[in-house]
């Protein structure tokens, strides 16, 4: 009988955190057949909309998401084989040709803005967390990335704020907190949760 993965989802706002949670508990859990899983490789692929079309496109909406594509893939997971996971390119605004190949594993995290949003995708989760951190924080820490990583303008990002992040992130992420099992303000830097977190995976690894 296959042992079906532990499924544990985290949530919140762009550049609130999530990402570096999601590695706190992978390094914990180092010795243990674990993997991330982010619902930003999930993003629809737009290679036949010219390149101007894609710029168009809202990345903090429900709908820029093929969330069953990801659901599909975690079921092929839980039964034991392994997916080629998409790999999106930020710089094109479309899905890459290349994937990734990721094996069953005994523990998957899947994060991303809008995981908690789904109910298809909640009712797979073990552990559902949500990141929340400040507006002010987040908007800093997304023109630092953003222009570091994603070659973008500052212009560009704060207009992408103000019309988009911002206003899809109260009507449709900041909800999805009341789906969470844990909120960890601040992120990684509370250790207490972090804490309570990793002793509850535990928990479940053990009775497993």
Request: with cysteine.
């Given at each position: 009988?296959?042992?079906?993965?532990?499924?544990?989802g985290?949530a919140g706002?762009?550049?609130?955190?999530?990402s570096?949670v999601s590695?706190?508990?992978?390094?914990?859990?180092s010795?243990?057949?674990?993997?991330?899983i982010?619902?930003?490789?999930?993003?629809?692929d737009?290679?036949?909309?010219?390149?101007?079309?894609?710029?168009?496109?809202?990345?903090?909406?429900?709908?820029?998401?093929?969330?069953?594509?990801l659901?599909?893939?975690l079921?092929a997971?839980?039964?034991?084989?392994?997916?080629?996971?998409?790999?999106?390119?930020y710089?094109k605004h479309?899905?890459?040709?290349?994937?990734?190949?990721?094996?069953?594993?005994?523990?998957?995290?899947v994060e991303?803005?809008?995981?908690?949003?789904?109910?298809?995708l909640?009712?797979?989760?073990?552990?559902?967390?949500?990141?929340d951190?400040?507006?002010?924080?987040?908007?800093?820490?997304?023109?630092k990335?953003d222009?570091?990583?994603?070659?973008?303008?500052?212009?560009?990002?704060?207009?992408q704020?103000?019309?988009?992040?911002?206003?899809?992130y109260?009507?449709?992420i900041e909800?999805?907190k009341?789906?969470?099992?844990?909120?960890?303000?601040e992120g990684?830097?509370?250790?207490?949760?972090?804490?309570i977190?990793?002793?509850?995976i535990?928990?479940?690894?053990?009775?497993?």
């Amino acid at each position: 009988m296959i042992k079906k993965p532990i499924i544990i989802g985290v949530a919140g706002g762009s550049a609130s955190g999530k990402s570096s949670v999601s590695q706190a508990i992978l390094a914990n859990f180092s010795d243990e057949h674990i993997a991330l899983i982010a619902h930003d490789s999930y993003y629809k692929d737009q290679t036949h909309l010219a390149f101007e079309e894609r710029l168009k496109t809202n990345y903090d909406h429900p709908f820029a998401f093929d969330t069953d594509y990801l659901l599909t893939q975690l079921q092929a997971l839980q039964e034991g084989k392994e997916v080629a996971i998409p790999i999106y390119d930020y710089t094109k605004h479309t899905r890459s040709k290349e994937t990734y190949c990721q094996n069953p594993v005994d523990v998957i995290i899947v994060e991303g803005i809008l995981v908690l949003d789904d109910k298809r995708l909640r009712d797979m989760m073990d552990i559902k967390i949500f990141v929340d951190t400040d507006d002010d924080v987040r908007i800093i820490r997304r023109i630092k990335r953003d222009m570091a990583e994603r070659d973008r303008s500052l212009d560009s990002i704060i207009k992408q704020y103000l019309t988009a992040v911002k206003p899809m992130y109260h009507e449709f992420i900041e909800p999805t907190k009341r789906y969470a099992d844990l909120i960890i303000p601040e992120g990684v830097s509370n250790l207490v949760g972090l804490d309570i977190i990793n002793t509850k995976i535990d928990a479940i690894l053990k009775e497993k």
